[in-house]
């Protein structure tokens, strides 16, 4: 039978579903473990998207970043409509961009697309997107005045072309980047990741006698939009808003999130509107990124068991007015916007909560605090150095908040050995930090203390992201908020919770996480899960 006119039963379309999940899965596996940064190999900031011809998304890895949730399908589309029409693609071909409107929000993040072709027919297209050790300019973080500060930024390129390197584009990236080598090796890992895709792909479709896989797709996306579609029809119509304070800089210029939502039968309609105007920080987002960091506690609400593909998200539209916080315009800089993109779930589930409180959590700890550490090794090798840390996760409406666990990103930790191998830094300190949960039936989850010791010979340059420390992880429904973080420097220094400095040898820094938000009153709490707290040194 011609594949153009199968109509898959149940059975088969599942089995080819979770086959195409492990096509993405093993490729993500491969970008992984062919990475040379610690931000990609150890804190899995990355994602990898099989699409069909069209650029629509039909598969995502399962551990990629929520961040990017639409992201490669909306650069795969811009890509065939305003810079490479179907007819311009040949077989080996890799494009690439970190373009922050078209890809993931920020210059750090690198789109790499492959066409797919099959008996010399484009049948398909696959994306990695991954946080780069470095794109040059000010490091990253919050601390460039503008855009063009963040670094370079690269327009839909072909990086190789019909499987010659574009030598000139390697060039550029090598010249204005730190590290080099861990950028281009990460790239070429990238790279590598399509490539074994395409492979595991091609392989499915012989075993199966697939000619193109749009026909797939088109059934796979309408069964993710059916189920999400119904799973909305459950709640009840109307408009639900909310508003959120957050820290901006800490000081002068703190930020507001005010989130309306629309639900009317099977759709969902996010509009922004009143929220805070652009920062002089690079905490500002662009709108596909917001979208992503919107849909995703949306769909963790309402369809969560369905993989992720273009029908769970038909059904969910989000706006904001140009030029905002979360709609930036150019030259306004990005470099953070990961910060404000992690505090999007606390306004969604916080108006959702009046429409389905059993189905929402409380406000999470940390929006993802991060750590950049450069300079040179005694021994005059560079270095380039992420780390992630997490704060207490939102209590859940029949359980407590894990500790030391952030949502919605799930980026993992950098294991202490390779975080003091990679750098001149010496961890003193890791533990929770008790009674920063927030109260409530289901108490927050706890943060964390960890403090590291600079023990190099020189100087080195740190960049510091942080949240939460003047405002707290709401609690929800009844519940308490979670307590606030703090940064702290031994000798005592002025530290900015965002920004750019210096790190002296001998000079120890201290950070505590917050704690996350409670759910449910806390006379309500159990007596047994109180006694408990207790015992674990959770509470004193």
């Known amino acids: 039978m011609n594949a153009f006119s199968k109509k898959y039963d149940s059975i088969t379309l599942s089995i080819l579903w979770s086959r195409l999940i492990s096509i993405v899965d093993e490729a993500g596996t491969t970008l992984q473990r062919t ?62 961009t970190n373009d922050p409107w078209l890809c993931a929000g920020h210059k750090p993040d690198i789109g790499i697309v492959s066409p797919i072709f099959h008996q010399k027919k484009l049948i398909g297209f696959i994306g990695t997107i991954a946080h780069s050790p470095d ?16 670094g370079l930024m690269v327009p839909p390129t072909k990086l190789i072309i019909a499987g010659k390197e574009n030598d000139t584009l390697f060039s550029i990236i090598r010249a204005n980047v730190r590290a080099a080598d861990q950028t281009l090796g990460d790239i070429r890992a990238q790279i590598a990741a399509n490539d074994q895709g395409i492979l595991s792909l091609k392989r499915l479709m012989e075993e199966n006698d ?56 099977d759709e969902i309609h996010v509009d ?126 029949n359980q407590d908040g894990v500790h030391v666990l952030s949502f919605p990103t799930n980026v993992a930790n950098v294991p202490i050995e390779v975080l003091e191998n990679d750098a001149p830094i010496l961890v003193t300190r890791k533990s929770l930090a008790p009674n920063s949960g927030g109260k409530g039936q289901y108490r927050g989850g706890l943060g ?8 190099g010979e020189k100087a080195i340059n740190i960049s510091i992201l942080t949240e939460k420390t003047q405002t707290q992880a709401h609690g929800i429904c009844g519940g308490e908020h979670g307590a606030k973080g703090s940064i702290k420097i031994i000798p005592k220094r002025n530290l900015a919770p965002k920004g750019l400095d210096k790190l002296y040898p001998g000079e120890e820094i201290i950070l505590t996480l917050p704690g996350g938000g409670g759910y449910g009153k806390p006379k309500k709490r159990s007596e047994k899960a109180i006694e408990k707290d207790l015992q674990l040194g959770y509470i004193n």
């Open 210 to 265: 697939l000619q193109e896989i749009d026909t797939l797709g088109e059934q796979i996306i309408a069964a993710s939009e059916k189920a999400m579609r119904s799973a909305i029809l459950e709640a009840p119509d109307g408009t639900y808003q909310y508003e959120y304070e957050a820290d901006g800089d800490g000081k002068k210029e703190p930020i507001k999130f005010v989130a309306t939502i629309h639900i009317k039968k």
């Open 135 to 150: 794109m040059g300019g000010a490091l990253w973080g919050a601390g460039a005045r503008d855009l063009y500060e963040e």
């Open 448 to 455: 964390q203390v960890f403090s590291f010791k600079h023990i």
């Open 272 to 397: 922004y509107e009143g929220t805070s105007g652009a920062h002089s920080l690079g905490i500002n987002a662009v709108l596909n990124y917001t979208y992503a960091y919107t849909a995703y506690p949306i769909k963790c609400t309402f369809s969560p068991e369905v993989p992720n593909n273009e029908g769970a998200f038909r059904p969910i539209k989000v706006t904001a007015p140009k030029g905002c916080l979360v709609n930036a315009q150019k030259p306004v800089p990005l470099g953070a916007r990961n910060i404000t993109g992690n505090m999007l779930h606390s306004v969604v589930f916080g108006a959702l909560a009046k429409a389905v409180p059993n189905k929402i959590q409380a406000d999470c700890g940390s929006a993802c605090w991060c750590v950049v550490l450069n300079g040179m090794h005694d021994d005059g090798r560079e270095f380039v150095e992420y780390f992630f840390l997490n704060g207490g996760y939102g209590a859940r409406p």
């Open 35 to 96: 990475s040379f940064s610690t931000v990609t190999r150890e804190s899995n900031d990355f994602a990898v998207v099989l699409m069909d011809s069209n650029g629509r998304s039909l598969a995502q890895s399962s551990i990629s970043v929520p961040s990017f949730l639409g992201v490669l399908p909306m650069l795969t589309q811009a890509l065939l409509k305003d810079y490479f029409p179907k007819a311009t693609w040949q077989e080996g071909d890799v494009v690439m």
